[in-house]
């Protein structure tokens, strides 16, 4: 079987890309705390978005696959680690007088971090679940780390189906504005983790950040 041909089974990468660019609009607003510049925010968005382009436009999928499985670990890392010292960063200017952040800045911060963990997370949930994006595109997945409630409709009237980031994007919005999983119930240790992580830090976004920005704005 030739590689194209191995490979039909390819989800589009568009969602991600649109997901990606309004995050990437959030790190604009003003005022916002970051803990990387925004040259190097672009190059990790570059190191995600690079292997896409290039499995939509070359025949090589396999390989394009390999880059891109590589591309999501790294993007997925170097996100959470931008998140965890942009916390760090806030929760330093707000404890430290004077601080000199004002509460703009706090509710901007907050609102791109919250959309980063969502982005991060989601990518994160696509990236492993069933054996990750190579064993889906091959039509070989593993054991499911979410079970999806479409998965358990038995119509033999409706089409075949599985999920897509779409889904990984809802189940991770959800994990953040609900700090629960409202959709997808996880099946394995490693999954219950990454919404717990998921989780803890919208919790800490929202009520510490968040809160302390509308407490500003207020007085």
Known sequence: ????????????????????????????????????????????IAVLVAPMAGLRLSSAKQRWLRIESIGTIVFVS??????????????????????????IQ?????ISLWGTNVLVFSVAYWRIDRGGNVARAKGMPGAPDWLFPREEVDDESLP?????????????????????PAEAMPMTARAKLLMMAEGLLALVTVLAVASRAIGLLGS
């Open 1 to 44: 079987m030739s590689e194209p041909q191995a490979f039909l089974d390819l989800e589009p990468r568009w969602p991600i890309v649109a997901t990606i660019s309004i995050v990437f609009a959030l790190t604009l607003l003003p005022g916002r705390v970051r803990a990387f510049p925004l040259w190097m925010v672009l190059v990790i």
């Open 160 to 180: 075949p189906w599985r999920p897509t980031f779409v889904d990984y994007l809802f189940l991770a919005f959800c994990t953040a504005a609900a700090f629960t």
């Open 78 to 103: 170097l996100g959470a680690v931008g998140m965890l010292l942009d916390l760090k960063d806030l929760f330093v200017k707000m404890v430290t007088p004077p601080s000199g952040i004002t509460g």
């Open 106 to 110: 706090l509710l901007n911060s907050s």
